[in-house]
């Protein structure tokens, strides 16, 4: 909850941080407030919602080189306040050249008062605060050796006949390898260990391997006729002390390497190797550090410990190894794998090297899920904090990864890859899902308020409720414009004329959020992910990564799942594990089998027994469990294969008399399965609430619709709710007699809105439908003013049509900021006024944001995609003066910078790279070729006579 600002004689400093601030906000905050009076009338009143920080969207705050002070903290938490944003994520990354004097190495003395600070001020703000679990991603660090960080495994081969001995050495000799983002970087200015450079910021290397003789891991002999020998306490100085006996032997000498992955955009003191993930030991030696840091010092303010998505592989080869594998394995699946190493390394695509494949995976997983997952949230809550995860992109089953943590977290727009991460939550009744929105929309500078709306609703139409924008880069006062930028973000800081708008965005999605926050998934099936045909699928690594792209796309459980989503129907994965609890109930007692009607099994071919054996103890407690194509075909894991495959065969064929397996076209025509089709451009989310249902309906397409929605699961009192100023009335409900109800809804391009359903009655007035009637251009001239922005205010001037400001010659195409669009329209305009209560006020096309006021009052800020808002005329004088503040991008004035040189991509590293080829020069980001983007207010701007339909009794 909002907290309000308490004075104490010994933080007098604090003080006068905070009048810094107050003063420096002053000039981004509106006189006149929003005047209620001539939108609110014609409904009920609107609630009064508590919002908490973590019903409002979070933002990354990227922390360039760490140079951030504590009066500049004070000043940008407080802005972020004031623009709706609930906390900050802090996430130290890579320096702006200039600024070395200002750096601060990560977890130092220093940045520990900078981030204690940071802790003291987001407290007396109301504000939350989550910390990265390093700088940039993945975890890793300069106090990271070789010995802690990723590995890989290489081999060599020998062919010995009966009789011979191995004369050559035994020895892997691993070959040099350096990728920097600096070109200029080489081995001869690097030294060794990595953590003797001080030059890592500017070197930013990505992946190094220094060239030398590996360590032996273990020395393999297999015979033509099966036999099996370890060798390698045979081997003194790289010899084998060793004669072949009877047969022809093939030698397997393993040896560990070095994966060579560095911290993606690490900032200072945060420069290094990235951590084994599979070892306990590398991930508790790599947070002692933290605990070093954070000794003596109250850190219990601190919401949750960050990890970003699994990316330690996007770089040259895997890490696909450790040092306790071969004991983890053994111990795991009951054999040595070193007896069936062949078949893994040659990668055999047989049903013999798929099996010892699939061990040698879920092997990968359970160390990711034991040793760095739950360890990691240990180490946390130890410390009195949450762990928020991004699980996406791990080499495991990412659904049990998800549901270990406190805070699932996804990322991108396929609603699939974000069901992942709310699946799990939903599971397991988790109060957050989150989800790191708003990455890289567009191209630079050409996402706008409208583009960031469509995909925060895209994540709440998938379970989410907890967004964090990707996000804001903390800025000096004295840095020139645009700032501080990060550049895969959508650049909301001060500077960028959007961010006067931005509240108004915020505020509705904190409504929204509080309603997803305080109700409980109701979906209607479980999906079960044949996680084990991907593990056994042979390929050019012996690595799986799990997220939505490349391989996923071809599989069955995707074709399923796309055809449940175009079909309505409301679903969640589900993994082994979880099935597994499902059976044994080894589940919290709010979470039961029996909230799901069935579980869904797509056509899958190899499954582990103990999951087969679960859903039939699941069928035999009523639980419905279709397969749809087949029933699964083959046991998984190598130990006792014949003897689980008999099994599972026997159980196979006693299920299929009974439970034979379905096509989805006879699963769809089934009229007993829940499922809503909505008409196109609908989208909605079911979810329980309270003692009843609550709807979240979007309208995604470009065109109004006034429709009749058929939801499932309506009771008999319906309200409808505007998220954005919580505004309330009655639903027009219509019923056919047998059960199924149709809600009225009338929903602008790209509007939403909430319904609460239930069988108590609401108190409350009717949702007001509309008819339109006639519709009135207005033709008055237009006085257009600059408000602020640059390069420089352009002049004033008089418009007698709307068009782009950027069309209106040189001293306007580069403006980017906030401009007054000011006309006058009278009542007698309207062709029956006197018989209109209401009216539609529509801008038309706006590019980007816009604020309206009427005689001096403000009446709504606009984020897009529809322009228009209802008016009641009781409320408008004879003759009325409208004022329109429009914001655009920061596209123009970028442009400008661009064509005339103006660097501001000042930053080591990666600097500021384009996401669209051709917007790249040399590397980098570029809009010296654009052409001026849509600015303003472009029209037409009409109003359209609205007259109250009847409720439908």
Known sequence: MDRQMAFHPKKIRDFIILAIAFFSLAACKQAPQQDSSLLKSHLNSAQSLTLTNQHKPWTRWWWHGNAVTQAGISYELAALKAAGVGGVEITPIFGTYGEEDQFIEFLSPKWMQMFIHTLNEAKRLGLGVDLATGTGWPFGGPWISETQAAKNINYKQYQLAQGQQ???????????MLKALNKKASFELIKTPLSANQNLQALAIDQIRFEKSLPLLSLMAYSDSGDVIELTEKVYNGQLNWIAPHGNWTLYAIFMGQHGKMVERAAPGGEGLVIDHFSKPALEDYLAQFDLAFKGQDISYLRAFFNDSYEVDDAAGQGNWTPALFSHFKQLHGYDLKTHLPVLLNKENTEYGRQILTDYRTTIEDMLYHNFTQTWKNWAHNNQALVRNQAHGSPANILDLYELVDIPETEGEEMIKIKFASSSANFTNKPLIGAEAATWLNEHFESDLTDIRKNMENYWLGGVNHLVYHGTAYSPKNAAWPGHLFYAAIHFNDRNPLWHDWAELNQYAANVQYYLQNSQHDNDYLVYFPIYDRYAQVSDNLLEHFDIWGKFNKTEVKKLADKLLNNGYAFDFVSDKQIAKLASKQIDTNTKASNYKAILVPKTNYMPLETYQALFKLAEQG??????????????GYANISQNQAVFSALSQLWQQDNPAVTFESFNHNPDWIKTQLPQGIRAIRKNYQTGKLYFIVNDSLQAQ????????????????????????LAEVESNGTGHKKIHVQLQAGESVLLLSREAPFKAKPYLYFKPGNTTKLTQPWALSFISGGPELAPALKLDKLMSWSELGQAYQYFSGRASYVTYFSNVNLSNHKATDYIRLNLGEVANSAQVFINGHKIKTLTGPDFSVVLKTSELKASNRLEVIVSNTMANRIRYMDQHNLNYKTFYNINFPARKPQNRQNGLFTAEHWQPKKSGLLGPVTITELSVSPINK
């Open 166 to 176: 191995l004369t050559d050495k035994i020895e892997f000799i691993q070959k040099p």
């Open 623 to 636: 639980i419905q469990i279709i397969f749809f194509d087949q029933h699964p075909k083959k046991a998984t």
């Open 706 to 729: 006034d429709v009749w929605l058929p939801l499932a699961k309506l009771e008999s009192s319906n309200l409808l709710i505007n998220p954005h100023d919580l505004t309330q009335g």
